[in-house]
Structures are given as C-alpha cells and as structure tokens.
C-alpha cells in the first residue's frame, strides 16, 4: 500500500518535535533534580544549614511550578520559539550566576527565581501544548516519551555534576553548566519554529474549549492541581534529602550521586510503560500503582540502617526510580483531555503549579523537620501521608475516575459541545 507522502512528512515531523521537546525537557528536569548533589558541598563552603540549603531547592521548585501559569499564558501569546529561548538564557544565566554567590538571598534569585522561571519555560507547559498539536492516538505514550526527560536528566546530569564538582568545586561546575546552556539558546532560536508549531491536531489556540478562568471553576482541575501538590510533596519531601542520607548511612559520596541517577534514569523505562498502559487500561489504576511501587522504595531507604545497604539501595532505586514522574504523564494526558481548546497551554501551566507548590512544601518542611529532630523519621512519615492523599484524589473524585477510564469518548463535551469520538482519550 502507498503512502501519502504528506502524511509520511508529518509522521517524521512529528517525531522530531517530540525528541526536540525531550530534550529540553531533559535540560530543565536534569538541571532541577541535581541540586540534591550539590547540597553537601554548598552547605560546607558556605557554611549554610541544612534548612536554608534546601530552601533554595523550596524556591526553586516553587517558581518552576508558579512560572507554569506564565509559561503557559505566554506561550500562547508569544509562541515557542520566545519561550524556549527566554527560558533557555535565564535557566543557565541564573546557575552561571550563582557560582559567583554567596549569601542565601542571592541564591533565591538566581537558582530559585531565574532557575525555576527557566526550566518552566523549556518544561512540560510548552512540551504539552505542541505534542497536543502532532499526536492523537497515542498521546499518553507521547507525553510519557517526552516526560522521560526527567529520569535522562537526572540519569545524566547528577553524576556529571559530582565529576565537575569534583574535578573544579562546586562554583566550578555550576559555572561550566551554566554557559553551556546559554550557548544552547543560540542553537534553538535558529530551529524552524513555524513548521514545529504547524501541528495537524486541533492547536491549543482554537476558538472552542474552556478558558483558563472557566476550567478554574471546575472540580476536575483542583483534582489535577491536588494530584500533582500531594505527589509532589511526598516525593520531594525525601528525594532532595536522599543522597545526603545516602551518604550519611555509609555510602560514598559519588556512589551516592550515581545511585540518584540510575534511580532518575529508571524512570525512563516506568514512564514509557506507565505511558503505554495508560492508553490502555484505567489510567487511575496504573497511577495507584505507581504509588504503591513509590512507596516500597521509600521504606526501603528509611531501613537502609538496618538492612544490608546493597539491598536497601537496590530496592530503593528499582522501585522509586521505576515510578518517579510517572505521574506527571498522566496529569497531562487527563488534563489535555479534559480542557483541550483555546486555553489548554495555560490550564496546563496552572495546574502543574501543583507540582512545583508541593516540591517546594515537601522540601522545606523536610529541612525545618531534620532541623528540628535531627533525623529523618518525620520526613518520611510526611512522604507517605502525603502519598496517601493523591492517591484518594485519583480514586475518589468522580471527574477523575471518568477521564482516567479506558476508551472515554470525547471529554470535551463537558464542555457543551457534541463533537463525537475523540480518538485523544486514547
């Protein structure tokens, strides 16, 4: 059978959108989840506490999750091309900037603020808007490709960061990372923006749909918004603080680091799954699961005192790795299906500001906790609780057990507008 060569043309296209928005994806990701490695060497050169350390991390995670709504809006106004450059200067430009640092307020500004509005900019708001415009079908599988990202980043970026830290310091390696990834922005504001944006599938920017204002006001959005806060706060509460408690418990410090990316780099291979059978079975199902999965990693590392070290971290990085992000897929398949339309970049950024709230409360409390006990129990007490209230978000709130069903026709008709079988619900 021939193939129509136009279509043969936009399946290539296709691809090369998503392995462009993976990779950037990657940079924003990899950059954010490496901080955890540079949380030792920065509080003992700058003789800072370990609350006020991870409360850059807190800003950090807080911007990236509040810069969705502007990333979102701005998107689309402006487009991609500005987006991804503008995120791209200010994500190394801050961590270039930071390695000639040294009081806490001056991090806040330039990991924290120009840090986090960068890798929102270059994330998954922007990454969302044009997968929606390529692929139908398999949509969950696409965003879950693209949202791997996060295990490459971490996989690639945290043991890079314990060799350079190693090899120049710390201020060192942030300066190296850093003018990298202003010279990327040259690279990326030369790619073809107008042929990346021209999707077949209906554009974020059509005339119907719900606006920003109107999916505020619905139950399914605060569920998605929840979703995403919990999580976050269960996972972040202890991942920002685990290669110190690594490494506090025996382990070298660039074991350590290389055992977060392998974890990170797991994560590869639960989205990608996770991504497929979310096409195909209950998506509240498979998310349920992944916590379960979350869970066994935890309290696997919370034991590593008493158990053989080489299991618990075997454990650990199998079961957390295996299910980290894997959330994150499948909040914005259930959100793209719900608010496809005009305003679905923007109604996406504002809901993953869930996730960046929920880091930035997981992982300052986590700090203030240690501080105050001196271990780590309490944190991970938070973690499970945390853990527990997303997955009753995902089973209890009806909105969330309609869209996460397989084969639900034509969410959008919520909405008031009967437009048949919408082959995006997957």
Known sequence: ????????????????????????????????????????????????????????????????????????????????????????LLLGGGYFAASRLDSVWQFYVAIGICGGLGAAAIGMVPAQALISRWFDRNLAAAMAFASTGLGFGTLCLAPLSQVLIDAFDWRGALEIIGGTIVVLAVAVILLPWQRISAGPVRPSGSSDGPSLLEAAKTRAFWALWGAFFATSVGMYAVSLQ?????IENGMDPLDAATAFGVAGGLSIVGMLVTGIAADRWDRRVIAVLSYGLSMIGLLALFLMPQLPVAAAILVFVTCFGLSLGVRSPIIATLSAQLFRGRGMASIYGSIQTGQGVGAAVGTWIAGVLFDATGSYGAIFILSFTALFVAIALFWLVQEMRVAGARNQKNQAANWGSDRGSDPNTG
């Open 242 to 246: 685990s290669v110190t408690y690594m």
């Open 1 to 88: 059978m021939n193939q129509n060569p136009s279509t043969h043309r936009s399946g290539v296209v296709a691809i090369a959108v998503l392995v462009l928005v993976f990779a950037l994806f990657m940079l924003a990701r990899g950059m954010i989840e490496t901080w955890p490695v540079f949380l030792t060497p920065v509080q003992s050169g700058l003789a800072w506490s370990r609350a006020e350390v991870a409360s850059v991390y807190s800003v950090l995670m807080m911007t990236f999750g509040l810069g969705g709504i502007i990333t979102g809006l701005a998107h689309d106004r402006f487009g991609p091309r500005a987006i991804y450059t503008v995120g791209l």
